[in-house]
């Protein structure tokens, strides 16, 4: 049974879009809820069990579907897949849900997100967990990740889906047993018009990675970087398999914000889960000094 609620909202440009709603426990009251924000080709069910411990934390949590991904609508304008189309979604959702502030959790794409929306709209953002992702990334694992993503085919059966994303996984998550693939494909996975499983995106959030706008590193996300860890507590949590966030570009993160936390997280590569122990743990611990 659901642990959560939907909200449906609508975008500036008219989209319908969808969050996942977990309420704090009951009696908790007056700690800032927490927005968790997916990856590139995932979706607000990433969060299904992360969330819900949060939540036992005493915080409202939300997960959104970004625009293009899980129950939100696909955009007619694929110019419209870009980090400051997704922060403008996440600003109208504060507004009409009345949340001044919150604590943000960014998984890759959600990472960037939570940087961009920073450069213009700070006061938004309490504190942030940045999941295995800076504003300078390796090009071995965009080249990775273009290589697949918008390019699967719908497939016949849970088996087929389950080991497609073992297929392209496998190096990220050593460690997984034929449960966490079966998991992991019923979140990535829905049953399309025909009948047959697709995945839950728009193929079209690939064309920025298949024409190259979307590149390792930016002169504005760095300087949203580093306002952001100037201004905010920001955690990041990093895979030590990560082929996105190597050692070398955590190490730049490191430097260009020393009061960052860091946490690495063991025999994991792109990107944490966020229930590791080790991950969670260091979560817990960086939400009990946030308000």
Avoid at 224 to 248: C, H, I, M, N, Y
């Amino acid at each position: 049974m659901a642990n959560y609620t939907s909200i449906r909202y609508t975008s500036n440009d008219g989209l319908a879009l969808h969050a996942r709603d977990y309420p704090a426990d009951a009696g908790a009251t007056g700690r800032l809820p927490v927005i968790c924000i997916h990856g590139l080709t995932r979706n607000a069910s990433d969060f299904d069990e992360f969330a819900p411990i949060v939540a036992r934390q005493g915080r409202r949590v939300l997960a959104l579907d970004v625009r293009g991904r899980g129950e939100s609508q696909r955009d007619p304008n694929p110019d419209n897949y870009t980090p400051g189309v997704y922060a403008g979604d996440v600003a109208r959702f504060m507004a009409d849900l009345h949340i001044p502030r919150a604590v943000f959790v960014g998984t890759s794409m959600g990472g960037l997100i939570t940087m961009t929306l920073a450069a213009k709209h700070i006061d938004l953002i309490a504190a942030a967990v940045i999941n295995d992702i800076g504003p300078v990334i390796s090009e071995k694992g965009l080249a990775r990740i273009a290589g697949y993503t918008g390019r699967t085919a719908a497939v016949d059966s849970w088996a087929a889906a389950a080991g497609y994303v073992r297929d392209i996984n496998a190096c990220a998550f050593p460690d997984n047993v034929d449960a966490d693939w079966d998991k992991w494909a019923r979140r990535a996975f829905a049953p399309d018009a025909a009948g047959r499983l697709a995945p839950r995106y728009d193929p079209n959030i690939a064309i920025a990675l298949q024409t190259g706008k979307l590149r390792p590193t930016s002169l504005p996300l760095r300087m949203a970087f580093r306002k952001l860890t100037q201004e905010r507590p920001v955690l990041l949590v990093r895979g030590t398999l990560s082929d996105l966030l190597e050692e070398r570009q955590a190490a730049w993160m490191r430097r260009a914000a020393p009061d960052m936390t860091c946490v690495e997280v063991p025999n994991v590569g792109h990107a944490p889960m966020l229930t590791e122990p080790v991950a969670l743990d260091a979560i817990l611990k960086f939400l009990a000094n946030v308000p």
